[in-house]
């Protein structure tokens, strides 16, 4: 089944194994239970490929840990949706794309909560399909909908979401994966749909990230797939506020995005050609 998923799509399965291995380690920052079963016999070939280009065995590693960011990722976006989430008047989650996310399946959600998955149909489909006899732990809805085309927003919202209420929306593994128009579209049209106070979180690369000679080797294994990284800023700020976000842009291994796991030394912001990944939260203004 995993032949019906697009390149950027098979991109979720690589989270899911990343998840799986995170799941198996004494030290893990999070516990997924069902990463292994979304992900099946595909992960060690995922895994295997990723760790060929970030721990070359000829020389010293030059790229960022893929397993440490993504296990940091994860438990950031973890703790911060689910602290929102015991706000009352919280009311909505919505994370898009979903792809092989289940933190609707293993984390415990306030009864008052809502969650919207939107993603492709494929992907959703395929997801079903591995989770089959799993209930949600919340009041679950999914979206069959691709983020840059015209018509999500409206599917959103005929899927019961409500725009006059706060909501809070995951970006996760999204904005990097397309076009830099289709990037400010998706921003502008989640920022029409979410009332004031809503929080905003997404991850971002800046744009050196997409062109320094040493991140050839990860760049690589994502175009090889059909997917390469296609945008990123070097201002996620000033970015997110011309949609009316107040942010802050938390880089991994600063604190609060560290849990003892990133083993690279973190550049001041104003260091230029260095590549960077940015966790991005905040409020509509």
């Given amino acids: 089944m995993t032949d019906l998923l697009n390149p950027v799509e098979r991109t979720a399965l690589l989270?899911?194994?990343l998840r799986a291995a995170e799941t198996r380690r004494e030290d893990r920052l999070y516990e997924d239970p069902y990463a292994a079963r979304l992900v099946g016999a595909a992960g060690p070939g995922l895994l295997a490929e990723v760790r060929a280009a970030t721990f070359p065995p000829d020389r010293p590693r030059s790229l960022p840990s893929t397993p440490d960011y993504n296990a940091i990722r994860t438990r950031f976006f973890d703790d911060l949706l689910h602290g929102v989430a015991q706000d009352p008047d919280m009311t909505q989650i919505v994370v898009a794309p979903s792809g092989m996310d289940s933190r609707a399946y293993r984390l415990r959600w306030p009864g008052h909560i809502r969650y919207f998955e939107i993603d492709r149909p494929a992907v959703l489909e395929f997801k079903a399909d591995?989770?089959?006899g799993v209930a949600p732990q919340v009041n679950h809805s999914t979206v069959a909908a691709d983020l840059t085309a015209d018509d999500w927003a409206a599917r959103l919202i005929g899927a019961g979401y409500d725009p006059s209420l706060p909501s809070?929306?995951?970006l996760e593994g999204l904005l990097y994966y397309i076009?830099?128009?289709d990037a400010h579209r998706a921003l502008e049209r989640v920022a029409a749909l979410s009332a004031?106070?809503?929080l905003i979180a997404a991850d971002l690369v800046n744009a050196a990230a997409l062109a320094l000679p040493h991140m050839r080797g990860l760049l690589d294994v994502f175009a090889n797939w059909g997917c390469p990284w296609l945008f990123g800023s070097e201002e996620p700020e000033a970015?997110?506020?011309q949609?009316?976000?107040d942010v802050e842009a938390t880089q991994p291994g600063e604190p609060g995005a560290d849990f003892g796991r990133w083993p690279d030394p973190v550049p001041p912001r104003g260091v230029k050609n260095v590549r960077r990944?940015?966790?991005v939260h905040g409020r509509r203004r």
């Fill in 168 to 170: 809070a929306w995951l």
């Fill in 15 to 17: 989270t899911a194994a």
């Fill in 196 to 198: 004031p106070g809503s």
């Fill in 277 to 279: 990944v940015f966790f």
């Fill in 239 to 241: 970015l997110f506020d």
């Fill in 179 to 181: 076009p830099e128009p």
């Fill in 243 to 245: 949609y009316g976000f």
């Fill in 130 to 132: 591995r989770l089959q």
